[in-house]
T-cell receptor, first 113, second 120 residues
Framework: AQSVAQPEDQVNVAEGNPLTVKCTYS??????LFWYVQYPNRGLQFLLK??????LVKGSYGFEAEFNKSQTSFHLKKPSALVSDSALYFC???????????FGKGTTLSVSS | GAVVSQHPSRVICKSGTSVKIECRSL??????MFWYRQFPKKSLMLMAT?????????EQGVEKDKFLINHASLTLSTLTVTSAHPEDSSFYIC????????????????FGPGTRLTVL
């Protein structure tokens, strides 16, 4: 069975500092990995995905993520955090093209000014 | 881009009543739709997967008789919470996909804005 772990419930960062939101996964085959962001009482917004190719994936709003197969990780990063980045971030995975996304429990990012 | 809408965005109902939530793909045909449930500050839990014209496949622990899912057309899926109780209060999010092997979009699953259900 596939699963996703986000070990941190909350990440606190000062504006302008780099941020990392951690994600590890477990799948039986090749992973399809995603990051989504959710603002209060809103749906999910897609940030980026890894399917194949370069391990470093660049996405929306300056975010990027690095796929590390040996560590089964897909951490989300941004070089310089903004207060407006404060939100709930979800990592998601699926192992086949036809299956639904399975989500991690989410990490709340709080960026202080 | 692909847009998914949900209606209503917010609903409050009395215990024992049934509530229907609609999920529509506005500019594409969704062969598969997913229904998720999100508890406060918690992850999204996949409830069921529905393919157009077929019965929905429910995840373990989800009561199919309580959460009725209909995917009668390629642009519409409905979730009906029957005989709702306060513990059914939650944020319900639908998601749509064009085909099982869609890779044409960056975002293979498109999410609706969610429906906040409160059962009194």
């Amino acid at each position: 069975a596939q699963s996703v772990a986000q070990p941190e419930d909350q990440v606190n960062v000062a504006e302008g500092n780099p941020l990392t939101v951690k994600c590890t996964y477990s799948v039986s085959g090749n992973p399809y990995l995603f990051w989504y962001v959710q603002y209060p009482n809103r749906g999910l917004q897609f940030l980026l995905k890894y399917i194949t190719g370069d391990n470093l994936v660049k996405g929306s709003y300056g975010f990027e993520a690095e796929f590390n197969k040996s560590q089964t990780s897909f951490h989300l990063k941004k070089p310089s955090a903004l207060v407006s980045d404060s939100a709930l971030y979800f990592c998601a995975v699926r192992d086949q093209a036809g299956t639904a996304l399975i989500f991690g429990k989410g990490t709340t990012l709080s960026v202080s000014s | 881009g692909a847009v998914v809408s949900q209606h209503p965005s917010r609903v409050i109902c009395k215990s024992g009543t049934s509530v229907k939530i609609e999920c529509r793909s506005l500019d594409f045909q969704a062969t598969t739709m997913f229904w998720y449930r999100q508890f406060p500050k918690k992850s999204l839990m996949l409830m069921a997967t529905s393919n157009e014209g077929s019965k929905a496949t429910y995840e373990q622990g989800v009561e199919k008789d309580k959460f009725l899912i209909n995917h009668a057309s390629l642009t519409l899926s409905t979730l009906t919470v029957t005989s709702a109780h306060p513990e059914d209060s939650s944020f319900y999010i639908c998601s749509a996909r064009t085909s099982p092997y869609a890779g044409l979009f960056d975002n293979e699953q498109f999410f609706g804005p969610g429906t906040r259900l409160t059962v009194l």
